[in-house]
Nanobody, 124 residues
Framework: EVQLVESGGGLVQAGGSRRLSCAAS????????IGWFRQAPGKEREGVSC???????YYSDSVKGRFIISRDNAKNTVYLQMNSLKPEDTAVYYC??????????????????WGQGTQVTVSS
């Protein structure tokens, strides 16, 4: 059974940091790219960051310079280190897996497996 389980969400003050984890199982983890997406109430889902199976990283303009994505293939886990958090970062954060990362990763349409999400709330 394929599983992606996010953890690390919670309440944090503006300017603070939080690290999200995405633990994967049930598929060949090191052959897949992993992306982070978020969805705020009343808004569409947006791509946040992505890391290819080779370790190439991608970021949306809204988080570039503040968030860092990394992966540990030995632990089948991807991390999203979120720094300098802003209230507009408040959302449910999801991780997802894709066989190959390309320039369309941001839309999330080619991602095959999705987690259930973890809530991140940034207070002002």
């Amino acid at each position: 059974e394929v599983q992606l389980v996010e953890s690390g969400g919670g309440l944090v003050q503006a300017g603070g940091s939080r690290r999200l984890s995405c633990a994967a199982s049930g598929f060949t983890f090191d052959a897949y790219g992993i992306g982070w997406f978020r969805q705020a109430p009343g808004k569409e889902r947006e791509g946040v960051s992505c890391i290819s199976n080779g370790g190439d990283t991608y970021y949306s303009d809204s988080v570039k310079g503040r968030f860092i994505i990394s992966r540990d293939n030995a632990k089948n886990t991807v991390y999203l280190q979120m720094n300098s958090l802003k209230p507009e970062d408040t959302a449910v954060y999801y991780c997802a897996a894709v066989p190959e990362v390309d320039s369309t990763w941001y839309g999330g349409y080619e991602f095959e497996y999705w987690g259930q999400g973890t809530q991140v709330t940034v207070s002002s």
